[in-house]
């Protein structure tokens, strides 16, 4: 397997399951907020939330790809600022319930922005 098949196929798996640790944990957050407190589920996120991080730029470099100069990684770039400011309220910064609830929907939608950026390699998806 080549450099960017194996680059490639690694940062859609981490995104995957970045995406699914998310939606564990606002869930968690939602129904048993006291498994946010688990050392496991503080720290496994942020592992795979750096390999994934990793691989994107690694992706980048190989492919030569300037985020200036291609306006769908500077989208997907702004997406996950986004995503990471409301996901960070949805969890831990939101100082209500509702102001949570929304952090939440509004981070996920922010990654469904970023997956369809991905997909489409445009900065306005749809």
């Known amino acids: 397997m080549n450099a960017y098949l194996f680059l490639k196929q690694a940062h859609m798996g981490f995104a995957f399951t970045s995406i699914a640790l998310f939606a564990l944990r606002y869930g968690a957050m939602l129904c048993y907020p006291r498994l946010l407190g688990w050392k496991i589920v503080r720290i496994v996120p942020h592992v795979v939330d750096t390999f994934l991080l990793v691989c994107?730029?690694?992706?980048?470099?190989?492919?030569?790809?300037?985020?200036?100069?291609?306006?769908?990684?500077?989208?997907?770039?702004?997406?996950?600022?986004?995503?990471?400011?409301?996901?960070?309220?949805?969890?831990?910064?939101?100082?209500?319930?509702?102001?949570?609830?929304?952090?939440?929907?509004?981070?996920?939608?922010?990654?469904?922005?970023?997956?369809?950026?991905?997909?489409?390699?445009?900065?306005?998806?749809?």
Request: proline content about 4%.
């Open 56 to 126: 994107g730029v690694a992706l980048a470099i190989l492919l030569h790809i300037d985020p200036v100069r291609q306006p769908w990684l500077l989208a997907k770039i702004a997406g996950l600022i986004a995503y990471v400011i409301l996901g960070t309220l949805a969890l831990k910064r939101g100082k209500t319930r509702e102001a949570r609830m929304a952090a939440g929907v509004l981070a996920l939608l922010a990654v469904g922005y970023i997956v369809a950026v991905a997909f489409s390699k445009r900065a306005l998806p749809f």
